[in-house]
């Protein structure tokens, strides 16, 4: 079946193979947040992103394999709520950008920061540390050896804009970073998947628009 990255709460989870990583997309809690379980298809590790609601529903979605690893990609609280039960169930690692770590209902084992890298298994993923939405949100890029680079953005980009920001100061950072760190560093066919809602299948879509999002602020 081929990924579309259209996702509902209750609905079933979408599955995207790649060449060494399999993505599994889930759409859960009030807010519909998007939760995200990486596996390395050598090791059969296994790594989520955002542990938003629900933790039952993740739980089902790790299944027996195990969790190595949780990623969360900012503080607010709709993507953290299910984060301390899903990893005591698990026994996984906790990690989260450095400058949001201390607003977590659990104290992360790392904190992160640009350039840093996360592991699952055999893969590797590079954190993009984007100031704005929170202080601390961060990206995780994927380089697929064969095809395209894949970018789990949480709430601060998303098709048709980046993510709310509480301040003009805090917008421009926020264009400011996505633009420098995310359209001027990947190409086109970079696939985002965002926080909530559908995926951004390229960059490219959205490149020509820049200009407007900084003109319109938000």
């Not at 890029?141 to 509480?166: A, C, E, I, K, M």
């Not at 559908?198 to 879509?205: C, Q, V, Y």
């Amino acid at each position: 079946m081929t990924y579309t990255g259209e996702v509902s709460v209750g609905g079933e989870t979408d599955v995207r193979e790649l060449r060494d990583l399999t993505i599994s997309k889930l759409a859960v809690g009030p807010m519909s947040n998007n939760v995200y379980l990486l596996r390395c298809h050598e090791t059969g590790e296994q790594l989520l992103i955002d542990a938003a609601y629900d933790d039952q529903r993740i739980l089902e979605l790790v299944g027996n394999a195990g969790l190595a690893t949780i990623v969360t990609t900012h503080r607010h609280a709709d993507h953290v709520q299910a984060l301390e039960d899903v990893a005591i169930a698990t026994g996984a690692r906790t990690a989260a950008g450095e400058h949001d770590a201390d607003a977590l209902p659990l104290a992360p084992d790392r904190r992160l920061s640009d350039g840093d890298t996360v592991g699952v298994g055999t893969r590797t993923l590079a954190v993009i540390h984007l100031v704005g939405h929170t202080p601390g949100s961060i990206a995780l890029r994927y380089d697929d050896p064969d095809g395209h680079p894949h970018v789990f953005t949480g709430d601060s980009l998303f098709p048709g804009g980046v993510g709310n920001t509480g301040s003009p100061q805090d917008f421009a950072s926020l264009i400011d970073d996505v633009e420098t760190k995310l359209f001027a560093d990947l190409p086109d066919d970079t696939w985002v998947y965002p926080g909530h809602g559908d995926d951004l299948p390229g960059l490219g879509i959205e490149r020509p628009n820049l200009a407007a999002w900084r003109e319109r602020g938000w």
